[in-house]
């Protein structure tokens, strides 16, 4: 993952439609917008992820001597258009709204201005990028505000779809809000808690649970978190972890740390009876950690059972996304540049409403009601526009445009959330690491109403378009169609 040149990670097809242009003599400035269209599992808001991982792709965008043999060797490529890959380099500009930030339907998520042959190619890596991340760093959300203040340990490298997506779908969950993960080199390379305890093996391992619990207390005295449900939950395993507590406290040995892991079972049944156990013999601070198939529709029905589970390792159903496993992130054209300077805003027609594309040169501008800090609304915006937030600011529904909101003025603020990360093809955004984008995804999910954030049937925050942007769809929606 480290050392790939992954400039050919692309579709073929982005390669032909560059040489098409090539041989027109066609290499126009031009606006590509990339967004979504819907909010995984029906929920009301994303997190956007993957910035990091474009912002590396880009720096090392350029075409090996080998990339160029392979292109060679298929026959559809003239020397012309493979010299010209020779020298390639991104030469253009992006935008992006950061990592970690609260994210909602059709507003850009990245912007690229560049010529028409660099945006085109770099359109299928980006998408796999921002697609992955954000979905799973969404999904991560919802578990971990489904766990209401539980730590949520990530445990799905096992099952994720090879190493890239379990390594960077476990980057993207913590900036989602968990605590940390199992995937030891997520952990290293991004510098991130790695976590976990023992598996089912280690007590079948040894003749007997005890002395299975017994070795594991001594190699680990600082966090001591055993396994209890291998043979008999309530019979066997959480006596015999009682026991072994008991034993350390004698010993003035007690960790910093401690407490008992169900993987298998009902789990709010035997949480409720295993808090019972240890608070009797005297370990009310004992954590009971749960795991086996978790997401965040069981862990909000576990909870709402009375459940005693402090801590949660969550697995498949977090790092596939398993209830939507894509997230249908799009890259659209949006203008071009003429030779005389003048900027031709692009629209895509459809007959389904939501393919219908913005037109033009955008940004995306974020609206806080100032007493409360909670987001209002998002205001898709031509990029040259400029607001007054003292002046009353008229919001209407695009797609039903009856539908409307005044905010007074002095009672809302704005904040443009699309920033510079490349200018002229050099980087110009520092990346926070990880753990400060998972402190910023915190502070973004705190300004969504409560409403937004449940689980079913949320709250819908508003995507509005400005009055200059929506008379220009409509005068390009009149004169296609």
């Not at 979504?36 to 910035?51: E, I, K, S, T």
């Not at 209407?396 to 959330?417: C, H, Q, R, V």
């Amino acid at each position: 993952m480290d050392n790939r040149n992954f400039t050919l990670l692309t579709d073929f097809y982005e390669l032909t439609m560059m040489q098409g242009y090539f041989q027109n003599n066609t290499n126009e400035l031009v606006v590509f917008d990339l967004f979504y269209r819907q909010n995984p599992d029906d929920g009301g808001y994303a997190v956007c992820a993957g910035l990091a991982q474009v912002i590396d792709y880009i720096k090392s965008l350029h075409f090996d001597y080998d990339d160029i043999d392979y292109l060679r060797g298929l026959d559809t490529f003239s020397e012309e258009f493979l010299d010209y890959l020779a020298s390639f380099h991104f030469t253009g500009d992006l935008y992006a709204i950061p990592e970690g930030t609260v994210i909602f339907p059709q507003e850009p998520l990245i912007k690229v201005v560049a010529p028409i042959m660099e945006a085109q190619l770099v359109e299928t890596a980006l998408l796999n990028l921002i697609n992955h991340q954000s979905l799973i760093a969404t999904k991560a959300a919802r578990v971990c505000y489904a766990a209401k203040g539980g730590g949520v340990m990530e445990f799905g490298l096992r099952r994720a779809q090879g190493p890239d997506a379990g390594t960077f779908g476990a980057r993207a969950a913590v900036i989602g809000g968990c605590i940390g993960t199992s995937n030891v080199i997520c952990a290293k390379e991004f510098g991130i808690p790695a976590l976990g305890t023992h598996a089912h093996s280690w007590i079948m391992s040894f003749g007997d649970e005890l002395t299975a619990f017994r070795k594991y207390a001594e190699l680990y005295p600082q966090n001591t978190t055993l396994l209890v449900d291998t043979y008999d939950t309530l019979r066997s395993g959480v006596p015999h972890a009682i026991q072994i507590f008991t034993e350390l406290r004698e010993q003035n040995k007690m960790p910093e740390k401690y407490g008992i892991r169900l993987d298998s079972g009902d789990l709010a049944y035997l949480s409720k009876k295993a808090r019972k156990l240890l608070d009797d013999a005297g370990f009310p601070d004992a954590s009971i950690c749960a795991s086996s198939d978790l997401d965040e529709y069981l862990i909000d029905s576990l909870l709402s059972q009375g459940a005693c589970i402090d801590t949660w390792g969550v697995g498949t159903n977090l790092i596939t996304s398993k209830t939507t496993p894509a997230f249908g992130g799009v890259y659209k054209l949006a203008a071009v540049k003429t030779e005389n300077g003048t900027l031709i805003p692009k629209i895509k027609l459809s007959e389904n409403p939501a393919k219908i594309t913005n037109p033009g040169n955008k940004t995306v501008y974020r609206i806080y009601d100032k007493e409360t800090g909670k987001i209002r609304a998002d205001y898709i915006t031509l990029a040259d526009e400029v607001f007054d937030s003292s002046r009353d600011l008229m919001l209407f529904d695009p797609n039903a445009t009856w539908k409307k909101t005044k905010l007074a003025g002095g009672s809302y603020e704005m904040k443009e959330i699309l920033v510079p990360v490349f200018k002229n093809g050099q980087c110009v955004y520092e990346t926070p690491s990880v753990m400060e984008i998972q402190k910023y995804c915190k502070e973004q999910l705190d300004t969504l109403w409560e409403e937004t954030r449940r689980l079913v049937n949320p709250q819908e925050v508003y995507v509005d378009l400005s009055d200059r942007l929506y008379e220009m769809k409509e005068e390009l929606l009149n004169r296609y169609h």
